[in-house]
């Protein structure tokens, strides 16, 4: 089908409120994708965006909106959310942009002046993290600045999931957490739609020489979990392997000053930002994937997309509370460890097994060519353009 039958056929006008369209973190790369994925399929594609760098995107309207750095103010630091929240309803408000056919609100700060400017536009809520507590408590904010980020971004968050015409989620972990922090919420129909990757074309892979090739890939934060993956692997000093970080974040001088008081200056790289790690997922044997809290994990699926498996926490509702077990299988597609002592003990046994690590490779790009497609993920989104042209009250959503 032709993009001109595609847009006929749905909703025309989409509009994406986004973060940053960066490499910054896995949502921004997502909101940058489905923006360029649906702009290729033929809907007209316009975004309400955080001022970034990006590659540009020709056949999409992008508004890039410089939020003021209000946590430099004096006295109202504190409640620089307040301030970013207020700033992005006036910018709203004051936007030239025209009316869309959809919303696909994925940015919470851009929601409430969304709804306000446009109240008959029907609108999807995509809320990225587990929930906004995960997001907010494992942001590094402190003290003052963290509580009323937190009030500012819960409010928005139950407002959403009540007010939207539908929520969309990646994972069904990720349904069950909402459903778990607003027991008293009544909720918009909750869809899962498995995300869209792009997937290259890869040679052949072969087992490596040398030191087993460790990758590590995005924000140096917090909930990352980078330290803890830095802890274990100090416990491997006998065994042969070597860690390129690539990324950049708030903790990357603690994480720096953690690897030079463990000995582990002349093992591990940081190698800075990229906007393309392709070329790094294809030299490495193994991404660590060691976050305490994610609603998904946009690396782990692109490296194993390339074929790199990765050895992740496993959920348990209280140290880690991630989703990996939903995209991964232990032993076939990737690894997962239940504690920090057990991801040092896989680690170690890894370094000797890399006929193991290649075949979970081969595996796991196998997965995601099956299941993480665009156009299967496009398609799920066009029932729900479809679903959303209903008069309400409109039939039952099937998730």
Avoid at 350 to 379: D, I, P
Wanted: glycine share 8%.
């Amino acid at each position: 089908m032709n993009r001109q039958q595609h847009a006929s056929r749905h909703a025309t006008h989409i509009r994406i409120l986004a973060g940053r369209l960066d490499r910054g973190a896995g949502s921004h790369v997502y909101h940058y994708q489905l923006a360029r994925q649906l702009a290729m399929r033929g809907y007209e594609v316009s975004v309400m965006a955080f001022h970034s760098e990006h590659a540009p995107l020709p056949e999409v309207a992008i508004q890039s909106v410089r939020i003021p750095n209000f946590s430099n103010l004096p006295v109202v630091w504190r409640y620089a959310s307040v301030l970013r929240h207020w700033y992005c309803g006036r910018e709203m408000r004051t936007s030239q942009a025209g009316v869309p056919d959809v919303v696909i609100g994925g940015e919470h700060l851009w929601l409430k002046g969304s709804r306000r400017r446009f109240p008959d536009v029907p609108w999807i809520y995509l809320p990225h993290s587990l929930t906004v507590r995960d997001e907010i408590e494992n942001s590094g904010l402190e003290g003052a600045q963290r509580d009323a980020t937190l009030r500012v971004y819960q409010r928005i968050q139950s407002w959403a999931l009540s007010t939207a015409d539908c929520i969309l989620r990646f994972t069904k972990a990720g349904c069950r957490s909402l459903k778990s922090e607003y027991p008293n919420v009544a909720f918009s129909p909750l869809v899962v739609n498995d995300i869209g990757i792009d997937v290259p074309e890869v040679g052949i892979r072969t087992e490596s020489n040398g030191p087993l090739r460790l990758l590590i890939v995005g924000q140096l934060i917090f909930r990352k979990g980078i330290d803890l993956a830095l802890d274990c692997l100090a416990q491997l000093k006998e065994t042969p392997w070597v860690l390129t970080i690539v990324g950049d974040g708030g903790e990357r001088e603690a994480l720096e000053r953690q690897v030079s008081r463990l000995g582990l200056d002349d093992r591990v790289l940081f190698a800075g930002p990229t906007d393309c790690p392709d070329e790094w997922y294809l030299q490495s044997d193994l991404l660590l994937f060691p976050s305490r809290s994610e609603s998904l994990g946009l690396v782990a699926l692109e490296a194993m997309g390339h074929g790199t498996p990765c050895l992740a926490f496993k959920p348990n509702g209280t140290e880690f509370r991630t989703v990996s077990d939903e995209f991964m299988t232990h032993g076939q597609t990737g690894l997962l460890a239940n504690s920090t002592e057990e991801f040092t003990d896989i680690l170690r046994s890894v370094v000797f097994e890399r006929r193991k690590l290649l075949e979970f490779g081969r595996v796991a790009r196998q997965e995601v060519l099956r299941r993480y497609s665009w156009e299967a993920h496009l398609s799920r989104y066009e029932q729900i353009f479809e679903w959303l042209k209903l008069p309400p009250p409109r039939r039952t959503l099937t998730s």
